[in-house]
């Protein structure tokens, strides 16, 4: 099972912009899936963002148009760009994993706070 660690939260105003980070401690060019999730106060864990082995993207409607994912095989990296930023958005984020299109995502790392506040 590979090892995913995020980074680059931090505490941001709103309106403000952001680029998470997840390092896999191995290959992922054979990895279908790599989400991005957060979980934020009191609340479960929700989908944010998700990106095939073949480029395809998936986001949850409240932040489309604002965060893009994006994945570099090469680098065993996945990234998370966050714009126009808001308060809502507050959330520890943790990337994961999903190895074929029939299995769940799995194998998060330890996240990274987001913290949007004035």
């Known amino acids: 099972q590979v090892q995913l660690v995020e980074s680059g939260g931090c505490l941001v105003q709103p309106g403000g912009s952001l680029r998470l980070s997840c390092a896999a401690s191995?290959?992922?060019?054979?990895?279908?899936?790599m989400g991005w999730f957060r979980q934020g106060p009191g609340q479960q864990r929700e989908l944010v963002a998700t990106?095939?082995?073949?480029?395809?993207?998936h986001y949850a409607d409240s932040v489309k148009g604002r965060f893009t994912i994006s994945r570099d095989n090469a680098g065993n990296a996945v990234y998370l760009q966050m714009t126009s930023l808001k308060p809502e958005d507050t959330a520890v984020y943790y990337c994961?994993?999903?190895?074929?299109?029939?299995?769940?995502?799995?194998?998060w790392g330890q996240g990274t706070q987001v913290t949007v506040s004035s």
């Open positions: 994961a994993t999903k190895q074929t299109p029939f299995r769940e995502y799995a194998g």
């Open positions: 191995a290959s992922i060019s054979g990895i279908y899936g």
């Open positions: 990106v095939t082995n073949r480029g395809t993207t």
